[in-house]
Each structure stands twice: as structure tokens, then as C-alpha cells.
């Protein structure tokens, strides 16, 4: 129940922010942006990296996939030096909410 | 490589000139909703995201006395000399062309939290709405008898904010004839980056085995144990360092004397070195501890609220970095600051916006050392918000974190991914 409240919202904001930007702009998106950057100190800033980064875009990803790696990370079914450990720290909702962001951004 | 590097040697004199041509007529806001005091990993990344987070209506004015942004991080592989500080330097430039904030070349010299103004070295005043105080560490010389007279001749060096001091600390070992000993000396934690020291020493000790084999390095360390990654290092110490590198734990250093170029300890005997590099305890910055910030561990480090970042002794203040009262598992890094700033930042947007602050932020660490050229070791965590002996704290994610594999050790795939992290990191900080 819980989760789908969550998903509704998820969704609205991802695509009014590629609608109508300027509108969109609340605590909600402000604090999806902020769960998202967490991964930016890595993967660049919006999931951008440097060309060449051998640290992986994240932007432009299809969101399943981001899903699928992060807990293939958490299970330990692809190896990582570090990714596993980082995995672990986020929960499926919030996961798939990075997911959804990183997907949702333009390579 | 080449190219990155003629493109920070070309941006960082055209900054040069630009500032030199228009420092007297730089117009100085006399207002700004938000000032950052400290261009570092935590104020320059603030600075960023309060302009990305509130898709750039608030006004952000940052204050900052360098005219490059110098990585601590990577810098003790100048030190190890693989690498040159414009590997480590990027210019302020890309924070105001690419998200327009004003960057100002000046130092804040006092703070009036109840008229919101903050003063610089000129005496012009920038009144804020929210002010974000970031200014690193403050080397507290007076707990080492004679270090400060002997930092200041140049004699025996601390090099723990990148710049100047690191390439001289370099230039001494250049200096120092093969048989000589560098000696690090360690204060008690909590300091500014727990593994730099242990990184520094073997950097120096892969330059030593390559270049002066008959040299020694000696970590005199106040703690017990190593602080950080610890069975890591002994393994590459072991390994690679064997008769180069020694570890002291239980050596707090209480006096230096530069005449004979001695470290004296509270227990233990006199150490003398060729190259002495001593650390001594660390302080919430300047700045903070003259506002009054400083208000935890004998008015040492500043509290703050995590969620919001917002200091404990001054509403409307927030405090980032390594200048504030660490939660469990917390360490004083970069990327922490870097992780901090977002999480204030976006406290600061939605106060600003009248929204509701996110009561479950979230802040990640990761953390590598080179213990040589190439390869390097790693720590990594997760936290968000919890409970902590009673209070409302930034706890680790249970089952989150870890360090490298004490089965692959070192490895030069690891060092592939640091570099990359550092690039990405300066980018997201300053780009």
C-alpha cells in the first residue's frame, strides 16, 4: 500500500520534470534529486562521468537494468571491488527510485 | 593526461588574469540568500546544488581566499612524486559560468549571527538569509611545544591543506641524502582524513625503495593502533616496505625541537629524523571556532542538527565538513563533505521554499589510498538517519560498507577506479 503511494508520486514528479520543469520543483522532487546525488560524487553529477570514466554513466540507463545490477551487487552474484559494499546501503524502494531518476536523465 | 593537464595550466592562468584584472572592481553583493564561507569538497559542492536544487532562483555567494580549488585528496602522491598539484587543481571558474554563483576572492573575518552578516578582510559586510560555514580544519599548533616556530621557518612541515606546503614537503625529501629517516607523526583522531597519514608514509616509502633504498620512514602515531584500514596497509607494509617502513602506536608527540630536529612524546623516548612531518591535534576551522560554532569536545568541533546540518549554536547557520562533531562511523573526508553539502543543500532549497525538510537523508563514503603509484585500497559506507545512545544521529546502514578484500589486497584495478574518482568528484564539486 505503502509502496504504491510512493510509486504514484515517483511517477508524477519523474515525468512533470520532463514536462513542465519549472512547475514541478517541490520537496518531493527536491528530495528525489538528493537521494539520486548520493551517487554523483562516483558516476558525475545526474549520473553524468567524464568521457572515457571507467566509472559507468548512470544517466540514460533503462531503469531495470539499474534495478538488476544494484542488487546483483547486494547479492554478491556480480563481483564488485567496492559496488557490493555501497549496494547494501539502500533499501528496494529507494533503489528503484534512483533508478527511475537515472533512467529518466538525458545521456 | 596531457591534454587535461595544459587545459588546468591554461584555465588556471587565465583565472589568474582575470581575477588580477577585475580585483578591484569585483562587485561584492551587499545581499544574498544563501553565503557559503570555504570553496573545499563540502562549501563548493554546497554552493552547486543550493543553484541545481532550486533550478537556480536562490542566489548563492561563496567566499573563498584561494584562486584554485587543490585536492587533499590525491595530493600525497605529489608527495610520493607520481603526480604534479596542477594534476590536483581546478579552477573556481566552472562554479560561476556553469551555475552562476558568485564566487569572491576573500576572507571572512567575523560572523554577527543576529544582524545575519558576515564580514570580509576589507570590511565590506554580505548579509544572508542561511549561511553555510565550511572552512576545513584548524591545525591547533599550541598542542605541540615549538612546532609553530618551526612551521613557520619552513623547517619541519605539516602539508594537511594541499597546496604550497605539499610540493615543499616534497622538495625536502628530494633533498634529504639517501640514508636518512622522514618521520610522520600522528595526532590523536579524530583528524582530517583518518588513512592520509598511513597513505603519506607509504608513499614515501615507495619513493624511498625506489630511489633511496638505504632511507627509513617512521610513523610516530598517538593512537594505539592504525586509525584506518589497518590490516590493509600492514599487509603492503609487510609486503613491499619490509626494513624500509616502521609503526610506532602509542607515540603522542608533545614537543619538536627544530635545533637538533627531535620529536619529543609524552611516554616514550626521543625520535630524530632527517625530514620531520608533524601533525599536530586538529580543530574545527577559524572561522567557526570565532563564531562560537565549536560548541562539542571542549569546544573543538561544531554540533549540528544532521538532518538539516544547521549548527546547534546558531540558528540559521549551517556547518559542513570537517569543521563539525562527527556521528559514529563518520570520517573527515572529502567525499563525506561532498555528501554533507547535498544534504544541507537540500535542507536549505526546501527552508528557503517554505517545504518540508526530507527527514531521511542519506550519505555515503568512499575513501582510497595509493600505496604506491598504482595501487590502492579502499573503505566504504552508507549511512542514514537513526538513533545513537539516545539521540537523532547519522548511523551506517546495517550490513552496508566494508573495505578491500584482505585477498586481493592493493590492486591496481583499484587505483584505475580512484583517479576516476577523483576526476568525477571534482567535477561534481566544482563543474
Known amino acids: 500500500m505503502k509502496k504504491q503511494t510512493i510509486w504514484t508520486i515517483l511517477t508524477v514528479s519523474v515525468l512533470a520534470l520532463h514536462t513542465i520543469p519549472a512547475a514541478a520543483q517541490d520537496a518531493t522532487t527536491i528530495n528525489l534529486k538528493s537521494l539520486a546525488a548520493t551517487c554523483a560524487n562516483c558516476h558525475g553529477t545526474n549520473g553524468k562521468a567524464f568521457e572515457g570514466s571507467a566509472v559507468v554513466t548512470l544517466a540514460g540507463l533503462p531503469k531495470n537494468y539499474i534495478v538488476t545490477q544494484m542488487k546483483a551487487f547486494a547479492s554478491g552474484q556480480r563481483p564488485a571491488t567496492i559496488m557490493h559494499q555501497l549496494a547494501k546501503g539502500y533499501s528496494d524502494t529507494q533503489i528503484e527510485q534512483i533508478a527511475s531518476y537515472f533512467a529518466a536523465q538525458k545521456k | ?431
Not at chain 2, 546495517?398 to 571534482?426: D, F, H, R
Request: aromatic residues 8%; proline residues 5%; hydrophobic residues 40%.
Open chain 2, 1 to 431: 593526461m596531457i591534454q587535461r593537464r595544459s587545459f588546468l595550466h591554461t584555465s588556471a592562468a587565465i583565472s589568474l588574469l582575470g581575477l588580477g584584472a577585475c580585483a578591484t572592481t569585483a562587485s561584492i553583493p551587499a545581499k544574498a540568500k544563501v553565503v557559503v564561507i570555504g570553496g573545499g569538497y563540502g562549501g563548493a559542492t554546497a554552493a552547486k546544488y543550493v543553484r541545481l536544487l532550486s533550478e537556480y532562483k536562490i542566489d548563492v555567494v561563496m567566499i573563498e581566499p584561494n584562486y584554485n580549488f587543490v585536492s587533499c585528496p590525491i595530493s600525497n602522491l605529489v608527495i610520493g612524486g607520481s603526480k604534479q598539484l596542477a594534476d590536483l587543481t581546478t579552477p573556481y571558474s566552472g562554479l560561476s559560468s556553469n551555475h552562476g554563483v558568485t564566487v569572491v576572492r576573500d576572507t571572512v573575518t567575523s560572523i554577527d549571527p543576529s544582524k545575519k552578516t558576515v564580514t570580509l578582510s576589507q570590511g565590506q559586510s554580505v548579509a544572508y538569509d542561511k549561511l553555510i560555514v565550511s572552512p576545513g580544519i584548524d591545525l591547533n599548533f599550541a598542542s605541540i611545544e615549538g612546532l609553530k616556530a618551526a612551521s613557520e621557518s619552513g623547517q619541519i612541515l605539516q602539508a594537511w591543506k594541499a597546496g604550497a606546503e605539499t610540493v615543499a614537503l616534497r622538495k625536502q625529501l628530494e633533498a634529504m641524502p639517501d640514508g636518512g629517516t622522514y618521520a610522520i607523526a600522528i595526532p590523536l583522531a579524530p583528524y582530517r582524513c583518518p588513512p592520509g597519514p598511513y597513505e603519506r608514509a607509504s608513499q614515501v616509502a615507495w619513493y624511498f625503495k625506489n630511489k633511496k633504498p638505504k632511507s627509513k620512514v617512521l610513523i610516530l602515531d598517538a593512537n594505539p593502533d592504525v586509525t584506518s584500514k589497518g590490516p590493509l596497509f600492514k599487509a603492503v607494509w609487510a609486503n613491499d616496505y619490509k626494513g624500509i617502513l616502521e609503526y610506532r602506536g602509542n607515540h603522542k608527540t608533545v614537543a619538536v625541537d627544530a635545533r637538533t630536529n627531535t620529536v619529543k612524546f609524552d611516554v616514550q623516548d626521543d625520535v630524530t629524523a632527517t625530514v620531520l612531518n608533524v601533525l599536530p591535534a586538529m580543530r574545527a576551522g577559524q572561522i567557526a571556532l570565532q563564531a562560537g560554532l565549536a560548541n562539542q569536545a571542549n569546544n573543538n568541533w561544531c554540533g549540528v542538527n544532521y538532518v538539516t546540518f544547521e549548527s546547534t549554536a546558531a540558528k540559521d547557520i549551517h556547518v559542513l565538513g570537517d569543521s563539525i562533531q562527527i556521528a559514529p562511523g563518520m570520517p573527515k573526508s572529502g567525499h563525506m563533505a561532498n555528501s554533507q553539502a547535498k544534504v544541507c543543500a537540500t535542507a536549505v532549497v526546501a527552508q528557503l521554499s517554505g517545504w518540508e525538510v526530507n527527514a531521511a537523508p542519506m550519505l555515503t563514503n568512499t575513501c582510497y589510498s595509493f600505496v604506491d603509484d598504482k595501487r590502492v585500497v579502499h573503505v566504504a559506507s552508507v549511512h542514514q538517519i537513526g538513533q545513537f545512545d539516545g539521540r537523532t544521529t547519522f548511523v551506517t546502514v546495517p550490513g552496508s560498507g566494508g573495505v578491500t578484500a584482505a585477498a586481493t589486497g592493493a590492486t591496481e584495478l583499484e587505483g584505475v577506479y580512484a583517479m576516476n574518482w577523483a576526476k568525477n568528484i571534482w567535477a561534481d564539486t566544482l563543474s
